[in-house]
């Protein structure tokens, strides 16, 4: 080795220290001169140090990916909340379901879906005015549709691949919709029961393992807002 770079490396050792690459190839060039029947166990340990710190790092990035999605959803839930305390009325409510809350929760169908009661008959004339997001049916539809007939099952928000029979709630657009959030709505005195169906495109737009603190929230605030209108 030549003097000048021995000079060189002795002056800033503590950098080859700091650099993976050139540590990694001064452990190898020192196994090749160990020969074929002995081990260093260093590098054995290198490499399974290296191959735990990827895994750590993709945790942290796996971490740090849903904190930041955890942040959007909640913006855009309490701005949907505060859209919905700004309509005047039902049928504004109504009629903004698909337009400006579709947009902030960046979805492509929401519907409204009641069913029917006696108590209902004063918002029929809404009905009448053909909202696509609003539609009536019939008693324990909600139940049925969440629970896709398992009766076992009493879950009131579910997060899932659009399933069958959601041509009954999305009608035409279904075909195209790969998931879909249903949150069951228990409004006013009355126990008006009640389901804002989402859907997306997007596969991963819904899935079972995210969280629904958010969806609980809202469609509490939706349930008063509905109910005050109703009552």
Partial sequence: MKNKLR??????AHEILNDEI?????????????GDKVVDLRSVAMQK????????????????????????GMKQVHQVVLKSLEKNNFDEFVANLNTEFC???????????????????RIVKFAAQDLPPLDLFPVNFITTYISQGNETDTDEIVLRPTPKGSEQVYGELSKNLRSE??????????????????????????????GVELLKFMGSVFERRISHWLN
């Fill in 7 to 12: 000079e060189e490396i002795l002056a800033q």
């Fill in 22 to 34: 050139l540590l990694r190839a001064l452990i190898e060039a020192s196994d090749k001169n160990l």
């Fill in 49 to 72: 140090m290296d191959g735990e710190l990827k895994k750590l790092k993709r945790s942290n990035q796996q971490v740090i990916a849903t904190a930041y999605e955890n942040l959007v």
């Fill in 103 to 121: 947009q902030i929760l960046k979805v492509d169908c929401i519907k409204l879906i009641l069913e029917k009661n006696p108590s209902i008959k």
């Fill in 181 to 210: 959030g249903c949150i069951k709505l228990k409004i006013g005195s009355e126990k008006i029961i009640g389901m804002l169906a989402m859907a997306s495109k997007e596969k991963e737009k819904f899935t079972a393992q995210q």
